[in-house]
């Protein structure tokens, strides 16, 4: 960077240059183009962590949302047969041929479960199908194919069966975001909504949703008043309480929900204290576990500090003169409150709520263990998809949907409030 003693004006009126005659708006540029360089060189570590660790897994889960070979790689020319046909009635002789044909293959290879697997995700029983004619596909020498696989098992008629291997034909397929929307294929292949009794997606997401607002809530009520006085207590005493605040952090997340769950069960502290005040019967003992009750109480407890710390921070910076001020010239303490105090706190009440929302959204391990059937979320559905029926592209899906109804939240909140406006600290 060149100093003003080193700029030369180059006659009356000509351009300004440094000392080497370069000229002044050359070196400026860059200057300029030096410091962006040592900033990126800066952030460029933390870019390519947050690169590698968040931006590429996302990107990969959304990409299993509509990618599954399984079917096309391991059966080649049934998909190829079926790409090049459209499927309206059960094929022909053509088609049994490349089924079985690929059948043989696929059980040479040991990957006919897992086609049958692949199949099953949308039509039930298909995995058994594939994996009982693997096993008897040897007798099969040679044409026709067609009767000796229906002989084998009738349901290679099934037209169902076909119209879902055409769609899994290729291997990019809308089947996953259908079956997370409560749609499905009928046998025609056309998009209805699924049976009652199966519609269980659409219940979650609005479970979730209204689960992490309440607990937002929850959290926002209590936590108000702890911060009010984190922010105005003396020094010794909000250290102190600061702490106290702080103190779950310290302690794990499991030993935190079992002693919720031993505080909270039939048989726990809480409902024994009520009996032995003679508040409740012995038969009348209060349902606080495995439904929703036991999901928002333990969750409530464990976002409060991430809704008290953003509350605290911006309140810290509210100068107590305002309400005093407000007082004097005749405002009462909740008129004060409501117009001088409460304002000035909004974006810490953003914050902590858009915090306490988006982490409550994706949570599982609390509800896993104190929800139970009524009081999961969609999060739980997505873990069991992931670790036990290995249906990636239904988890993948549903975590692409939970995704964008959390970014269209945010996008509202950013519309009606202002991200500009939100404080952490």
Not at 31 to 51: D, G, H, M, S
Not at 317 to 340: H, I, W, Y
Not at 343 to 365: D, K, N, R, W
Request: charged share 15%.
């Amino acid at each position: 960077m060149t100093t003003a003693a080193e700029t030369v004006a180059a006659g009356d009126g000509g351009p300004l240059t440094t000392g080497d005659g370069t000229p002044l708006k050359t070196a400026l540029a860059r200057a300029t183009r030096r410091a962006r360089i040592k900033a990126l060189l800066l952030v460029a570590p933390l870019l390519l962590f947050v690169i590698v660790t968040f931006a590429v897994p996302i990107g990969q889960m959304l990409y299993l949302s509509v990618y599954n070979p399984v079917f096309s790689d391991n059966m080649p020319r049934l998909s190829s047969w079926l790409r090049s046909h459209e499927v309206s009635d059960v094929p022909g002789e053509a088609a049994f041929e490349a089924l079985a044909l690929d059948l043989k293959d696929a059980r040479k290879n040991r990957t006919h479960a897992q086609v049958g697997t692949r199949i099953n995700y949308e039509r039930s029983g298909a995995t058994s199908l594939f994996k009982s004619t693997a096993r008897k596909i040897k007798k099969i020498k040679g044409p026709p194919y067609k009767e000796q696989l229906l002989a084998l098992n009738s349901e290679w008629g099934d037209l169902h069966l076909w119209t879902v291997m055409a769609r899994a034909a290729s291997p990019h397929t809308s089947a996953f975001y259908a079956q997370a929307l409560d749609l499905t294929y009928d046998a025609t292949g056309n998009i209805t909504r699924a049976p009652e009794n199966r519609r269980i997606y659409g219940l979650l997401f609005q479970r979730t949703l209204f689960l992490s607002a309440l607990i937002a809530a929850l959290c926002l009520i209590l936590g108000y008043p702890v911060a009010h006085l984190l922010a105005n207590l003396p020094l010794k005493y909000s250290n102190l309480l600061m702490v106290m605040v702080l103190l779950p952090f310290w302690t794990s997340l499991l030993v935190r929900t079992t002693s919720w769950i031993t505080l909270l069960q039939s048989q726990g502290v809480l409902n024994d204290l009520l009996v032995s005040v003679g508040i409740l019967g012995d038969d009348g003992r209060l349902e606080l576990m495995y439904n929703q009750w036991g999901t928002v109480i333990a969750m409530t407890h464990i976002m409060l500090p991430f809704m008290i710390l953003p509350l605290y921070s911006v309140m810290k910076t509210v100068p107590k003169d305002f309400v005093r001020a407000a007082r004097s010239l005749g405002a009462g303490p909740v008129t004060a409150f409501l117009r001088v105090y409460l304002p000035q706190t909004v974006p810490g009440i953003g914050a902590g709520v858009l915090l306490v929302f988006i982490i409550s959204v994706g949570y599982y391990i609390t509800p896993a263990l104190v929800g139970g059937s009524s009081g999961q979320l969609i999060s739980n559905q997505i873990a069991f998809h992931m670790l036990q029926s290995l249906n990636w592209g239904l988890a993948a899906a549903l975590g692409a949907l939970l995704l964008g109804g959390v970014i269209l939240l945010y996008w509202l909140y950013d519309r009606l409030v202002g991200v500009d406006n939100m404080k952490l600290g």
